[in-house]
């Protein structure tokens, strides 16, 4: 069964240096998400993706990050500029429509 | 107002009983909700989607969604101490986004 998968599982960073989170979606995945959870708090919406642009995003998603998809199958978080309040879970996400969203198994980020 | 809310818990059910979970949301225009599992350190796992009113089974998971009430629930039948996680439930907004709620924490007593 196919899955998205997300790399690295686990990242350590130091404050202000730049970290990229990678995602493989499943093939047939029209639109992307990347979500982010702090330890104990709900899941919270990023950004979401659609046709190589961003389609929405929420005011987290201010300009330390960015989003891409580069060869058209990884597609990539951009933190700049690292803070501790960054230290969460991230997780990627992608749905053939708007329908169900699948996720990756996440990326641990701890800034230290 | 929360745009999905549920009841934290925790929940806590003797196993071989129902456990029953709910859930608000506040944009009325919304067509589209799930359930998803999360067990503590991993990602969240679809188990339910509902996109009509009334009543929706896939084994031992009932959804039920409400429009006029904003309201969703997941029924498990037969609880089983493999189902203890939080499970959360999720509204996408026209925009397109899932809007998760808090979480329901459910313990399944053998």
């Known amino acids: 069964e196919p899955e998205v998968t997300q790399t690295p599982s686990h990242q350590v960073t130091q404050m202000g240096q730049e970290v990229i989170l990678r995602c493989v979606p499943i093939?047939?995945?029209?639109?992307f998400y990347w979500y982010r959870q702090i330890l104990g708090q709900k899941v919270e919406f990023l950004v979401s993706?659609?046709?190589?642009?961003?389609?929405?995003k929420s005011e987290i998603f201010d300009d330390q990050f960015s989003v891409e998809r580069p060869d058209g199958s990884n597609f990539t978080l951009k933190i700049r500029s690292t803070k501790l309040e960054d230290s969460a879970m991230y997780f990627c996400?992608?749905?053939?429509?708007?329908?169900?969203?699948?996720f990756g198994q996440g990326t641990r980020l701890t800034v230290v | 107002q929360k745009e999905v809310e549920q009841n934290s818990g925790p929940l806590s059910v003797p196993e071989g009983a129902i456990a029953s979970l709910n859930c608000t949301y506040s944009?009325?225009?919304?067509?589209?909700f799930f359930w998803y599992r999360q067990y503590s350190g991993k990602s969240p796992e679809l188990i339910m989607s509902?996109?009509?009113?009334g009543d929706k089974e896939d084994g031992r998971f009932t959804a039920q969604l409400n429009k006029a009430s904003q309201y969703v629930s997941l029924l498990i039948r037969d609880s089983q101490p493999s189902d203890s996680a939080t499970y959360l439930c999720?509204?996408?907004?026209?925009?397109?986004?899932?809007?998760f709620g808090q979480g329901t924490e459910l313990s399944v007593k053998p």
């Open positions: 093939s047939n995945h029209l639109y």
């Open positions: 993706f659609y046709n190589n642009e961003i389609s929405e």
């Open positions: 509902i996109y009509s009113n």
């Open positions: 944009d009325r225009v919304s067509q589209s």
């Open positions: 996400a992608g749905s053939t429509g708007l329908t169900e969203a699948f």
């Open positions: 999720a509204v996408r907004n026209q925009g397109g986004k899932l809007i």
